[in-house]
């Protein structure tokens, strides 16, 4: 007899910083999948508040708890990532209906390189529907409370490098 098929899934972005509304669909995920990674974006072309080293040292932290999750660094297009690990499925967090027009397209044209690879939409908690990591660290830059948007870990973070910065 056969064994059954192992689902792969990968949840791709630069998590910079993991908010609340990133660890929801983590969660969401994971018991959908027999294994999750979540995989970290390392982009020459972006400017990211924290280091790769420090994001992915935070998203490990945050997911440790969940068994079947674990923390990749990926470069390059996430459809050629998801081919190489073999993954079934790339996971895409749907806020609102203003990230389908984009969220969609770019699931047509990930089917269109890979046709092994699908895309799975999962939406958040509805509280956390207008988080965005931008959004956050803008508040965190201006001191604001971000508890209820950050896993404490990533608040502290936050803090941390905005009292090092210049506003």
């Known amino acids: 007899m056969n064994e059954p098929k192992s689902r792969l ?11 609340n509304g990133h660890f929801d669909i983590i969660q969401r995920a994971a018991p959908l ?8 974006a390392v982009n020459s072309e972006k400017k990211p508040l924290f ?4 994001r992915f040292a935070m998203l490990e932290e945050c997911v440790r708890p ?10 390059g297009l996430v459809v050629d990532y998801a081919e190489a690990v073999h993954a079934d499925v790339i996971i895409r967090g749907l806020r609102a ?8 397209q770019m699931a047509l044209t990930n089917r269109k390189l890979s046709h092994r690879v699908d895309t ?16 956050v660290k803008e508040i965190a830059r201006h001191h604001g409370e971000i508890d209820c948007f950050v896993p404490l870990l990533v608040r502290d973070k936050l803090r941390a490098k905005f009292a090092t910065k210049n506003l």
């Open 33 to 40: 999948f027999d294994r999750v990674i979540v995989a970290l």
């Open 51 to 54: 280091s790769s080293e420090e």
């Open 9 to 19: 899934a990968i949840y791709p972005g630069t998590f910079d910083p993991i908010t």
């Open 97 to 104: 209906v203003s990230d389908f027009e984009y969220e969609f």
């Open 120 to 135: 799975v939409f999962l939406m958040p908690d509805e509280k956390y529907t207008y988080l965005s990591s931008s959004t």
């Open 66 to 75: 969940i068994e079947n999750v674990k923390v990749t660094f990926f470069t």
